[in-house]
Nanobody
């Protein structure tokens, strides 16, 4: 019943910008904290950014601070990840996740709902 679907991934070159979207359905979106995770082929899945239900609180992993912005449009039940100055190290499958309205949550186990992922490839 709950569905999260990412879109916007693709092939970009280093230094470019990219915006990912995650459309949600089947949950009370405004009451859910949302987050983005990513997983490269040679790494474990890692936290990228999170946002509270109201959008007033955000949280970012250190490796993306200054380059990434997480935002949400509750009327559209959509969360976004805006990535700037992309690096080859950013290449990964990016996953959207929904959980409790707590932005300090950064672990996979703290998010019950997940999308299927969208792939981002960065060339140099």
């Amino acid at each position: 019943q709950v569905q999260l679907e990412e879109s916007g991934g693709g092939l970009v070159q280093a230094g470019d910008s990219l915006e990912l979207s995650c459309s949600a359905s089947g949950l009370n979106f405004v009451w859910r904290g949302m987050a983005w995770f990513r997983q490269a082929p040679d790494k474990e899945r890692e936290y990228v950014a999170g946002i509270s239900g109201s959008g007033r609180n955000t949280n970012y992993a250190d490796f993306v601070k200054g380059r990434v912005t997480i935002a949400r449009d509750n009327a559209k039940e959509t969360v976004y990840l805006l990535m700037n100055i992309l690096k080859p190290e950013d290449a990964a499958v990016y996953y959207c996740a929904a959980g409790s309205d707590i932005t300090s949550y950064t672990s996979l186990s703290q998010y019950p709902y997940w999308g299927q992922g969208t792939q981002v490839t960065v060339s140099s």
